[in-house]
């Protein structure tokens, strides 16, 4: 028999028989190329052996996922259950309704008209088929097979090339999301919400891919214009199959921090050198709070409105403020004594409490949300606490061991092009060491949180986490309020 008489029949339409769809496939369920080829072979031989002119794709798929499932294992035999079979065709839904077979040799051509090779084409339509069938896909709205088709570029070739294809299009090149009761909407952003996504704790590689699925997904749906409700939902459906639903969780409470009413406030404090300012700022950053500000530019500006003479405490920095208190003649044999060293920063503390509050109240007024980060800012002492119109969360920094935080100066000079230079701070390191002692006192006796910085990826990622936590903590307890302040319904009642 002639190998070519071997036909394979999905319902009307009849295909030649060939073992390269079957490889694809089974390359696609996740089976090796070398266990694929076999397979495919072994399925030919079973067919031509018995001399059959035709064979049914159901019943040939039937045979293959049990092969599969009993030489490779269940797993890979559902996810090619789950798959568009090989032979059959798929076809490309217009925005009229008009259905056309999907074309490889066409969308090949379109994509050599950019300059790329035959080859280079071929391998990213290839890609493109084989993740639709992956997908289960018999059917593909145009728009969504050519948004496929720029993302598989950008993958492969840069953004410059997608951006080539996607002006030969006539379709809209972005997509489009519309927050309710707004007429006008933004351009989806990848890196926007993969940022997102790397607030609540997911690393970076599975962040950008899940924001690859997203933007996949939404342009499934066949229009330019999706509402912010659908997308959300998209992720988190995205985020409890691949991450869990704890991640799922903590994205819903992002979400409903960077759009709640009352606004958060995050104090992050901490003895000079510890990491402050770099922390605040990725912890903004993730939250997506724009408004960062630091205590030591309050400080300054006092400095601006009141002379050294009136207040010399303020002038001094936070290590040297114990000697402010000092008589002259005393000065030059101090030496510097945890007690005394703890009394001055308090005294400075104290004075620039009423900015810090000034500064918090405006924010709390505006309804914007707020990271303010700096050594002034000590657990139980600064500073003052607003009412329940913002949910206020606090977060101690330290470096435990003093090899690395001595390191730490170091970085920040260079990292500042000695704008801060470490000389004045290691010669004052054991009054800075005697500050985070009693910073750490004040944040155990207020119960509050402390993070070492020595790791500082994992410092951000427990940063993240608490102030989730806390935002978890006000929704459960702000439940609990409204299910005790709401009348008990006249059904329990009667059956109490």
């Known amino acids: 028999m002639k190998r070519r008489d071997l036909r394979v029949q999905d319902g009307s339409k009849r295909y030649p028989f060939a073992t390269g769809p079957i490889v694809e496939v089974l390359q696609s369920a996740g089976v090796a190329t070398e266990h694929a080829v076999r397979l495919a072979r072994e399925v030919e031989k079973h067919y031509r052996q018995r001399h059959e002119h035709q064979v049914e794709l159901a019943e040939l798929m039937k045979r293959l996922g049990r092969w599969v499932s009993e030489q490779i294992g269940p797993e890979a035999a559902e996810a090619l259950a789950r798959q568009t079979p090989p032979f059959s065709e798929l076809e490309v839904v217009d925005e009229s309704g008009g259905r056309d077979p999907f074309s490889r040799r066409k969308l090949a051509a379109s994509l050599e008209k950019l300059g790329l090779a035959f080859k280079e084409a071929y391998a990213v339509v290839r890609q493109v088929e084989l993740g639709l069938r992956s997908d289960g896909r018999r059917q593909v709205p145009e728009r969504e097979l050519y948004q496929r088709v720029a993302s598989a570029l950008e993958a492969r070739f840069g953004r410059d090339v997608r951006a080539r294809y996607e002006a030969t299009l006539a379709l809209a090149a972005e997509l489009v999301v519309v927050e309710e009761g707004r007429a006008a909407g933004l351009p989806f952003s990848r890196g926007v919400l993969a940022q997102s996504l790397l607030a609540i704790g997911l690393d970076p590689e599975l962040s950008h891919r899940l924001a690859r699925r997203t933007e996949d997904q939404l342009w499934r749906l066949g229009v330019p214009r999706v509402d912010s409700e659908r997308v959300r939902a998209v992720v988190r459906r995205l985020l409890q199959e691949e991450a869990g639903e704890e991640f799922a969780r903590r994205y819903t409470l992002l979400r409903s921090l960077r759009r709640a009413e009352r606004p958060v406030v995050v104090l992050v404090s901490g003895a000079a050198g510890v990491g402050k300012s770099v922390l605040a700022a990725e912890l903004g950053y993730r939250l997506g709070i724009p408004r960062v500000v630091s205590t030591d530019s309050v400080r300054q500006a006092l400095r601006s409105l009141i002379s050294p003479e009136l207040s010399p405490i303020l002038h001094a920095s936070s290590y040297a403020a114990w000697r402010a208190e000092l008589m002259p003649h005393e000065v030059a044999n101090a030496k510097p004594k945890r007690k005394r060293v703890a009394r001055g920063f308090q005294a400075q503390v104290q004075q620039m409490s009423r900015a810090i509050d000034a500064i918090i109240e405006r924010n709390v007024k505006e309804a914007a949300s707020l990271v303010i980060e700096g050594t002034h800012l000590v657990p139980g002492l600064s500073p003052l ?92 307890a702000a439940d609990e309020a409204a299910a005790a302040a709401s009348p008990t319904p006249p059904s329990e009642l009667a059956e109490a």
């Open 385 to 476: 606490r607003p009412d329940d119109r913002a949910l206020v969360i606090e977060i101690v920094l330290a470096v435990a061991d003093e090899d690395d935080h001595r390191v730490n100066f170091s970085r920040r000079e260079g990292r500042t092009h000695r704008m801060r230079p470490s000389d004045d701070y290691l010669e004052h390191f054991a009054e800075i060491r005697m500050i985070q002692d009693f910073v750490l006192e004040q944040a155990a006796r207020e119960g509050t949180p402390v993070v070492d910085t020595t790791d500082f990826d994992r410092a951000v990622e427990h940063a993240v986490e608490h102030v989730l936590d806390a935002m978890t903590t006000q929704e459960v």
